[in-house]
């Protein structure tokens, strides 16, 4: 039994939510380095759409709640 084929655009989609969940990641380790567990953090949204510039804000423990990558979206 043989996957589907799978586009480029489908690539280049989960792709970006990873680079992104990446970056978030990141985020939220810096976050927690500072001591600011509290605070509002500006996060990437992980929509996939490479074009997409929309930025979410989210306390740490919404985040965390948002576990897979493509879970924190803008739209």
Do not use: K, Q
Not at 14 to 19: C, D, E, F, P
């Amino acid at each position: 039994m043989s996957a589907a084929p799978v586009s480029t655009e489908e690539v280049a989609d989960a792709a970006g939510r990873r680079v992104r969940r990446y970056v978030n990641e990141s985020i939220r380790a810096a976050a927690i380095r500072l001591g600011d567990e509290f605070a509002m953090w500006e996060f990437m949204c992980e929509c996939g759409d490479l074009g997409c510039n929309e930025t979410v804000v989210l306390p740490l423990s919404a985040f965390d709640r948002a576990s897979e990558p493509g879970a924190v979206s803008a739209h």
